[in-house]
C-alpha cells in the first residue's frame, strides 16, 4: 500500500491550524454537532436499491436475527411491497459469522430472486428495513448527481448547482512561482478543485480525468446522452465530454509549449481557511521542481497518456480539439522519454498537496499504451512490450491509483490489441503478453469476489484496505472487476462490483451513505470548503467521503477510540484524513454507475 502521501503535511499546516479554530465538536458556522448519532439500524441495505437482475444482499446484526428464531428453527426474513403487507419473497438468514471488519456478528438476507420492479422493505423479527427500490433505472439519478459534482468543483468559473450551491468566478490571479523556472503573473484559469482544499494538481487530474473517459469508452448506451445541466448543455458536445473538456483544457494549459513537459500544480503556496472559493484571495502559482528541468516525468507521463484517449473520446465530435489533445500526447511522452525520473517533492516554500512519487515507470508504460490504442503506431507498441516484458514473470495486477497505473496500462494494451487483431505490424509477443494480462486480472478478480462472498457487508476491502480515501479503494476494486469481466464476462464478478456499490449507499456497518444528498442517511459534514464556509445545513451533491480509515492522519481520527477498521470513521468536517472529498474518489464512483447504469446489466 502506497500511502496517501498528499495531505500528510496537515498535521504540521496552517489549514489544520485553521481547522483546530474550529470549536470541537460544534461546527464553525451553524453550530451543529458534528458526532454522528449512535446507529439504530439493524438491517443494512443499499438506501437506493437495486437492479432487477443483481444479486441483492442484506446485512443483518445477529441480534436481530436472533430473535426472529426459535429454539430450533433458522432465523427468517420477509420482504413486503411497501405499505402494505404482501409478502413479495421469504427466506432464512445466513447462521451468525463475526465480521472482522466491523467487528459485528451478522447474517445476510438474500432476496436475490426478487426481480419484479417496486419498492420494498425488508422485515426481521417485526423490524423493517429502509424502503428500496427494484428497477432497472435505479441507479440514473445518482449517476447524474455524482457527475455534477465535478462540475461543483469547477475552478475559475460561476458554478450554480440550484438550491443556493453557487459561486461566481474564483482564483482569478495567478502566476508562474519561481520553481516553474519562470516567474510574474499570468491567466490561466480552468480545472476542477482537487478535494476540500482549491488546489489543481497534475497527477491526480490524470487518473481522475481518464477514468471517466474509459467509462466513456466502455459504457457509451449510459453516459452519451447523459444530461448534465452544465454552462456547455445544448451546444452539441455532449454534456459528459463538455465537463471533462473542463478539465482537460486546464491540464492542457500546465504543458510547456516550449519542450513539452507538465508542470505538477497549480495552488497558493499555503493552505487558505475555510472560505468559498472566490474569498480565497492568494496568488493561484504554477508550482514546478524548483529546479531544471522544472517539469516532472509523472505528471507529464499522465497527461500524454490522457490527452491520447481524449484524442480518441473527441474525435467525432472536435476535431480540432482531437488533433490538439494527440500533438500535446506525443509532446509529454516524447519529453518522458527524454527525461524518464525526475521526480517531484515540495519546494520548501509550498506547503499544499505534494502528491509525490518515487517511481514514474508505470506513468510511462501507461502513455506508451494509451498512444498505441490511439494511434496503433508500432513505436508506442515497442515501447509498451520493451516496458511490460520484465514484468511477465511474476506479473501482477493492482487496484489503480493516483500513484499506480501500472493496471491501467496492462489493460490499455489488451484491448488496444482486442480492437486491432490484424494489424499490419505484428509483434509476437502480443498473444502471450495479453494473456498474461487476461490471466492475471482474473486472478486479481477472484481474489476481490471472495472477499465480497466474506465479508460481512459485501465489500471486497481487505483489513488492509481501510486507508486514507477507502472508498475509492471500494470503487477502483470494481473498476478492476468490471475489466475482468469485460475479458471473460461472469454475472459474479459484476455482481461484486455492485456489492461495493450498496456498501458506499448504505450497507456497512454505519447504515450511512457515503454520498452527499444521496440516499435516506447521507453523510453531512465533509472536508469540503464550500461545505462548510456556504451558510447551507446540507454540504454540496454527489460528493463521496474518503470513508473508515484505521491509520489515522488528523487530530480528529487520531483521537478516535481504536476499533475495527470499517468503524474507523466520524462524520466530521475536521477529520480530512476520513471525511475529505476528492475527484479521484468520485471518478470511480461514477465509472461503476456507469457500469451500473448500462446495457450489460
Request: charge should be negative.
Amino acid at each position: 500500500m502506497k500511502p496517501m502521501q498528499r495531505r500528510s503535511f496537515l498535521k504540521s499546516l496552517g489549514a489544520a491550524a485553521a481547522a483546530s479554530s474550529l470549536p470541537s465538536p460544534i461546527h464553525a458556522l451553524t453550530g451543529r454537532s458534528q458526532a454522528p448519532p449512535p446507529t439504530t439500524q439493524r438491517i443494512f441495505l443499499n438506501q437506493l436499491g437495486y437492479l432487477p437482475n443483481s444479486a441483492k444482499l442484506a446485512t443483518v446484526l445477529a441480534q436481530a436475527a436472533a430473535t426472529s428464531a426459535s429454539a430450533n428453527a433458522t432465523p427468517s426474513f420477509r420482504v413486503h411491497a411497501h405499505g402494505t403487507s404482501t409478502v413479495a419473497l421469504e427466506g432464512q438468514l445466513t447462521p451468525p459469522a463475526l465480521d472482522a471488519a466491523s467487528g459485528d456478528n451478522v447474517s445476510h438476507a438474500d432476496f436475490s430472486t426478487l426481480n419484479i420492479p417496486g419498492t420494498y422493505r425488508l422485515e426481521v423479527a417485526g423490524t423493517l428495513s429502509d424502503p428500496f427500490t427494484i428497477h432497472q433505472d435505479v441507479y440514473a439519478d445518482a449517476l447524474r448527481l455524482t457527475m455534477r459534482g465535478f462540475y461543483g468543483q469547477r475552478c475559475g468559473c460561476t458554478v450554480n448547482l440550484g438550491g443556493g450551491y453557487q459561486h461566481p468566478p474564483c482564483h482569478l490571479k495567478d502566476a508562474f512561482d519561481p520553481t516553474s523556472g519562470r516567474t510574474g503573473a499570468t491567466t490561466n484559469t480552468g480545472g476542477w478543485h482537487d478535494a476540500g482544499d482549491y488546489g489543481r494538481y497534475s497527477v491526480n487530474s490524470g487518473i481522475s480525468t481518464a477514468t471517466l473517459l474509459w467509462a466513456w469508452e466502455l459504457f457509451p448506451d449510459a453516459l452519451h446522452t447523459l444530461a448534465l445541466d452544465i454552462p456547455e448543455s445544448g451546444r452539441g458536445l455532449p454534456d459528459f465530454l463538455a465537463e471533462i473538456q473542463w478539465n482537460l483544457n486546464w491540464m492542457l494549459s500546465m504543458q510547456d509549449p516550449s519542450d513539452g513537459g507538465v508542470w505538477h500544480k497549480q495552488s497558493s503556496l499555503a493552505f487558505c481557511g475555510f472560505v468559498m472559493p472566490q474569498d480565497d484571495t492568494m496568488t493561484s502559482e504554477i508550482i514546478g521542481t524548483g529546479s531544471a528541468p522544472y517539469k516532472n516525468t509523472c505528471a507529464t507521463a499522465d497527461l500524454a497518456a490522457v490527452m491520447a484517449i481524449a484524442a480518441r473520446c473527441f474525435a467525432p465530435y472536435d476535431a480540432a480539439f482531437s488533433d490538439r489533445c494527440l500533438a500535446a500526447s506525443i509532446h509529454a511522452w516524447d519529453w518522458s522519454r527524454k527525461n524518464p525520473s525526475v521526480l517531484y517533492t515540495n519546494p520548501t516554500t509550498v506547503t499544499t498537496g505534494e502528491y509525490g512519487d518515487k517511481d514514474c515507470s508505470d506513468e510511462l508504460l501507461w502513455a506508451s499504451a494509451e498512444l498505441f490504442r490511439t494511434t496503433h503506431e508500432p513505436q508506442y507498441e515497442a515501447a509498451a512490450l520493451a516496458a511490460i516484458q520484465p514484468l511477465l514473470p511474476g506479473l501482477s495486477i493492482s487496484t489503480p491509483s493516483w500513484n499506480n497505473l501500472s493496471s491501467m496500462a496492462l489493460w490499455t494494451y489488451a484491448l488496444a490489441v482486442a480492437e486491432h487483431p490484424a494489424d499490419a505490424h505484428p509483434n509476437p509477443s502480443r498473444t502471450s503478453t495479453v494473456t498474461a494480462i487476461h490471466t492475471t486480472t482474473r486472478t486479481a478478480a477472484a481474489s476481490l469476489v471472495q472477499s465480497s462472498q466474506r465479508n460481512g457487508y459485501g465489500n471486497t476491502l481487505s483489513l488492509a484496505d481501510y486507508h486514507w480515501g477507502s472508498n475509492s479503494n471500494a470503487g477502483n476494486q470494481s473498476l478492476l472487476l468490471i475489466l475482468a469481466d469485460r475479458f471473460r464476462p461472469d454475472q459474479q464478478l459484476f455482481d461484486a462490483a455492485l456489492s461495493n456499490l450498496h456498501y458506499i449507499l448504505g450497507r456497512n456497518c454505519f447504515g450511512v451513505s457515503w454520498v452527499t444528498q444521496l440516499g435516506q442517511r447521507p453523510f453531512m459534514h465533509p472536508h469540503h470548503r464550500p461545505s462548510i464556509a456556504d451558510g447551507i445545513v446540507a454540504p454540496w451533491p454527489g460528493l463521496l467521503s474518503g470513508g473508515p480509515n484505521a491509520f489515522g492522519g488528523d487530530a480528529i481520527a487520531d483521537a478516535l477510540p481504536k476499533a475495527p477498521p470499517m468503524r474507523m470513521w466520524i462524520d466530521n468536517d475536521r477529520a480530512y484524513s476520513m471525511n475529505e472529498i476528492a475527484i479521484n474518489w468520485n471518478a470511480p464512483l461514477v465509472f461503476l454507475l456507469a457500469a451500473a447504469n448500462s446495457e450489460r446489466i
